[in-house]
C-alpha cells in the first residue's frame, strides 16, 4: 500500500557532499507524519541519523550536527538529506524511515511504520 523510494547515495571523497531523497507513494490517500533517515555501518546497529517531523522540528545525531541538514516537502511527501564534509565514518547504509497515516473509507486512520529500501553511501579517506 505504502513505499517509501530512496534516491541519491554513491561513494565520495571525504569533504565531498551527497544529497538522499526518499519519496512516500502510495496510490491511497496518506498523510506523512514525521521522516527521519537512519544508517548502518558494516557490523554495527541502526542508528537515527536526523528526523524531522510534519511541523518541522528537527533532530540530528551529534555526530553529523552542522553537517547534514534535513528537509520535508508536505505537498509531496517527501525527505531530504542534504550530507556535507562527509567523513569515512559516514559510510553506510542510509534508511529512509516514516509515519505514514493511511486513511481508508469506515475505518479509523491508523499510522504506520515504514522503511526504504536502504541506500549506501561510501566516503573514502
Known amino acids: 500500500q505504502v513505499q517509501l523510494v530512496e534516491s541519491g547515495g554513491g561513494s565520495v571523497q571525504a569533504g565531498g557532499s551527497l544529497k538522499l531523497s526518499c519519496a512516500v507513494v502510495?496510490?491511497?490517500?496518506?498523510?506523512?507524519?514525521?521522516m527521519a533517515w537512519y544508517r548502518q555501518a558494516p557490523g554495527k546497529q541502526r542508528e537515527l541519523v536526523a528526523s524531522?517531523?510534519?511541523?518541522?522540528?528537527?533532530n540530528y545525531h551529534d555526530s553529523v550536527k552542522g553537517r547534514f541538514t534535513i528537509s520535508r516537502d508536505n505537498a509531496k511527501n517527501t525527505v531530504q538529506l542534504q550530507m556535507d564534509s562527509l567523513k569515512p565514518e559516514d559510510t553506510a547504509v542510509y534508511y529512509c524511515?516514516?509515519?505514514?497515516?493511511?486513511?481508508?473509507?469506515?475505518?479509523?486512520?491508523?499510522?504506520?511504520?515504514?522503511w526504504g529500501q536502504g541506500t549506501q553511501v561510501t566516503v573514502s579517506s
Open positions: 524511515n516514516a509515519g505514514v497515516t493511511v486513511v481508508v473509507a469506515g475505518e479509523l486512520p491508523k499510522e504506520k511504520d515504514y
Open positions: 524531522i517531523s510534519r511541523g518541522s522540528s528537527l
Open positions: 502510495s496510490r491511497k490517500v496518506f498523510r506523512s507524519e514525521t
